[in-house]
């Protein structure tokens, strides 16, 4: 991958490269393309690109070293940056680390994008915090940069909040009982779901998030086909909705719920999205 000297490269070509090197000759080469670079190279984005490969190997040490090594730069900084390292922590279950990342965002003013604030819900959500959840969610209404992806996104989460009951005492204490994190795991995948079915309103996306999900060997719940139905319908994807059912119908391992169902009813309904509560009760209806 070496350049003709009257080509010159931008700051995205070395984040590219530095990306293709770890996929095709694995991070030693990348880590060597990055220190070999001139200093005026070695910009945020290439300290972004390398930053992702480590989080993507989930390199923990690797990715600290060079956060701090980044910060020392006094570069200008975006969410990007922060983000690889908020996902790093997710992914190897470091929850309590992602807060401190958000506080590194706020003392250098950088603003949160939604995936910053998806992530950091994420992780209180996955602890069973619902207060810090819920202040998170109020604090997301007071940004600057709230928009109508951003609201879409905050009125999932409240309609998956209410509906699955996800800050009662009986379910908290479900997760707590559950040995093996899956139940935490499934809330984290939970959010990327609402994260892509309501603030980004990403069909193709969310599609291939749930059938990863479905095709994961953990025991699914009431509270996952809710969360991905409750998408589908904020998007107005109806078949995909009565699909969803069918499924849950089928599933061996969580019986079918409409009591749950219910709640989503009366979720949409409570922030205002009566035509979506119509439309689903009309689904259900059909389904029987």
Request: charged letters at 25%; proline letters at 1%.
């Amino acid at each position: 991958m070496v350049s003709h000297d009257e080509y010159k490269l931008s700051e995205s070509d070395y984040a590219v490269r530095i990306d293709l090197m770890t996929q095709v000759f694995g991070i030693d080469a990348a880590e060597r393309y990055f220190e070999g670079l001139p200093s005026s190279a070695k910009t945020s984005e290439a300290y972004t690109a390398l930053l992702h490969c480590y989080a993507r190997s989930k390199l923990i040490e690797k990715a600290e070293d060079l956060y701090e090594r980044l910060k020392g730069t006094y570069l200008s900084l975006d969410a990007i940056t922060y983000n690889e390292l908020m996902t790093l922590y997710m992914s190897v279950g470091q929850l309590g680390k992602v807060s401190l990342i958000v506080e590194d965002m706020k003392r250098q003013n950088v603003a949160p994008d939604l995936f910053t604030y998806n992530l950091w819900i994420s992780s209180y959500a996955a602890a069973l915090n619902m207060d810090e959840v819920r202040r998170i969610l109020d604090e997301m209404t007071l940004d600057s940069g709230c928009n109508e992806s951003w609201i879409r996104y905050l009125k999932l989460a409240k309609i998956y909040i209410n509906s699955t009951q996800l800050a009662s005492s009986n379910f908290s204490s479900l997760v707590e009982s559950d040995k093996s994190s899956t139940q935490r795991e499934l809330i984290s995948y939970d959010f990327l779901i609402i994260l892509y079915g309501g603030g980004l309103g990403n069909k193709d996306t969310l599609d291939q998030i749930w059938k990863s999900l479905r095709t994961t060997r953990q025991k699914m719940t009431g509270r996952n086909y809710i969360c991905v139905l409750s998408s589908y319908l904020m998007m107005g994807h109806l078949k995909e909705v009565g699909d969803i059912i069918d499924q849950w119908k089928q599933c061996a391992t969580s019986e079918f719920n409409g009591n749950l169902c219910n709640k989503v009813l009366v979720a949409f309904k409570e922030i205002g999205m009566a035509d979506k509560a119509t439309s689903f009760q009309m689904v259900l209806g059909e389904k029987g």
